[in-house]
């Protein structure tokens, strides 16, 4: 069974913090793997791509990274604000489908 | 430039009832993928289809669920007598071309069932 793990679930933490949210997946054989964003009742929005040959990727205060080989990315957000308040997710492409993790509920508090 | 369109975004239905979730995809778009997230639950995928095909129904439930993505018009997921567990928000995304490009994710429908 492939599965994506999220850690930690949730987090909290004052406005200006610089964090890191953690994703390991089991499947090797990946074309990309992505972070979204969902907020509460919302759809979601696709915030980074990064593709298997690819190491990171880089938007704005957002950067994500990809070590295919250990099964592993991280998105780092610099800067906090409460506006980052949401559900983060990653998921992999291996063939027809998303895969996502749990999801880690961020709270960042003026 | 359109995002993903579905319709309704929220549907009530009573036990029994057939539901039916439309979704039209971004422009140029030729694939269309089907995701459900059950409440405390993370997303998973239902169904991926391509205009008049459907390509990999792996995540689909055996009975009551189907899908289609007709020559024209929206892509279609219908729920035959739905019951209170089908009660969740069905996501449509679509992509250009499958595996390698991003999929763009639709606002969802919320589906409750009484």
């Known amino acids: 069974k492939q599965e994506v793990t999220q850690i930690p679930a949730a987090l909290s933490v004052p406005e200006g913090e610089n964090l890191v949210l953690n994703c390991s997946f089991t499947?090797?054989?990946?074309?990309?793997l992505q972070w979204f964003r969902q907020d509460p009742g919302k759809g979601l929005t696709s915030l980074l791509l990064?593709?298997?040959?690819?190491r990171e990727q880089t938007s704005g205060r957002l950067n994500a990274s990809l070590d295919k080989s250990s099964g592993r990315s991280t998105l780092y957000i610099a800067a906090s604000q409460p506006g980052d308040s949401a559900t983060y997710l990653c998921?992999?492409?291996?063939?027809?489908?998303?895969?996502f993790g749990g999801g880690t509920r961020l709270m960042v508090k003026p | 430039n359109a995002g993903v369109m579905q319709n309704p975004r929220h549907l009530v239905r009573r036990r029994g009832q057939e539901a039916r979730l439309r979704c039209s995809p971004m422009?140029?778009?030729?694939?269309v993928y089907w995701y459900r997230q059950l409440p405390e639950e993370g997303l998973k995928f239902m169904v991926y289809?391509?205009?008049?095909?459907?390509?990999?129904e792996s995540g689909m439930p055996k009975e009551r669920f189907s899908a289609e993505f007709p020559k024209e018009g929206p892509s279609i997921l219908r729920i035959q007598q739905v019951v209170r567990g089908d009660s969740a928000a069905y996501f449509c995304?679509?992509?250009?071309?499958?595996?390698?490009?991003?999929?763009?994710f639709g606002p969802g429908t919320r589906l409750l069932v009484l």
């Open positions: 499947d090797s054989a990946i074309y990309n």
């Open positions: 998921a992999y492409n291996a063939g027809n489908m998303l895969t």
């Open positions: 289809l391509q205009k008049e095909n459907i390509i990999d």
């Open positions: 422009k140029g778009h030729s694939h």
């Open positions: 990064i593709q298997s040959s690819q």
């Open positions: 995304a679509s992509s250009p071309v499958t595996g390698v490009e991003t999929q763009y």
